[in-house]
């Protein structure tokens, strides 16, 4: 059986959807008490997600070039807003793609030169990068009307507001009790 380029872009996209909703998951999970024995798994689970969310993203976007039912161009998928499919939905994914890169290239590759406060910052930006992925599969895929797609992404959406919850009340908890502590 031959898959068609469309079919291949939508696999593609939610598996990049998939390795970076697991890789922010997991890089959320890894400062939470109750995984410190397991923290070096769940950082290599964090970063190789990543990278595999962001290798599969650029084949998604090279399918994206290459199809004949509705083809992007170079400037249509680099540039948002330039599209002429969707251009808002379409627009929503290159922003993604753009933080989601800077994310991986701030992390392990310019993570040594730069100032710690900033890179934390700028890591956080996985967030809304994470959001508008999700904004760009919910209304551009063609799927979204399938139980299972609809499922994928209430489900994938539940777990991560599950763990950024937990994170925060984490973070809060450790600033509660170091400054219980400093006024002991």
């Known amino acids: 059986m031959i898959i068609s380029t469309w079919e291949w872009i939508r ?56 199809d004949h ?12 807003f330039s599209a002429k499919y969707q251009s808002l939905p379409s627009a929503l ?7 989601f890169l800077m994310v991986i290239m701030t992390s392990d590759l310019w993570i040594r030169t730069m100032n710690r406060s900033l890179w934390k910052k700028l890591h956080f930006l996985v967030l809304p990068a994470w959001g508008l992925s999700f904004a760009h599969g919910v209304l551009i895929g063609t799927d979204t009307e399938n139980t299972l797609i609809i499922m994928f992404y209430v489900v994938s959406g539940g777990i991560m507001m ?5 994170r925060t009340i984490s973070q809060f908890m450790k600033r509660v009790n170091i400054s219980t502590s400093h006024n002991n």
Do not use: D
């Not at 039912?69 to 948002?80: A, K």
């Not at 994914?93 to 933080?99: D, E, K, R, V």
């Open 11 to 66: 696999l593609l996209g939610f598996l990049a959807y998939f390795y970076f909703t697991i890789s922010i998951i997991f890089g959320l999970l890894r400062k939470l008490s109750f995984v410190k024995s397991h923290k070096n798994l769940i950082y290599h689970i964090h970063q190789n997600a990543g990278w595999l969310g962001l290798i599969t993203v650029i084949a998604h976007m090279l399918v994206l070039l290459i």
């Open 162 to 166: 599950l763990v950024l919850v937990a």
């Open 69 to 80: 039912y509705e083809p992007y161009s170079i400037i249509g998928i680099l540039i948002p």
């Open 93 to 99: 994914g290159t922003i993604a793609f753009y933080l």
